[in-house]
């Protein structure tokens, strides 16, 4: 399938080391910008309580769930202790000064 590439907002959006809290397309996303400059596209909810992953904290390459303190590999998904627990990550790239994910 084709990638279909969905426009999320600006890079001068993001922080470092912080998420950004997108709805679109039906969807509630995590968008995080590490130290290295690598933007990550999450689902935002913490699929064990509920929690919104955006406000949360980030750090050892993981999106930390404010709730009870669940970790999320920005990357894959999978939480570190228990990787069979994960949210959806999303293709993502920044062009033109712009966040696009492939939420297909």
Known sequence: M???WTD???????EPERSLYI???NRDLAVVLTK???VHVLDNR????GGSLSAGSVRDGCIVCPWHMWAFDLTSGACPPVP??????YACR???GRVEADLG
């Open 84 to 89: 069979s627990i994960r949210v959806n990550t």
């Open 46 to 49: 913490c699929p064990h309580a």
């Open 36 to 38: 290295e400059e690598t």
């Open 23 to 25: 709805e679109k397309a």
């Open 94 to 96: 920044c062009r033109d």
């Open 8 to 14: 999320l907002c600006s890079v001068e959006d993001l």
């Open 2 to 4: 084709p990638i279909a």
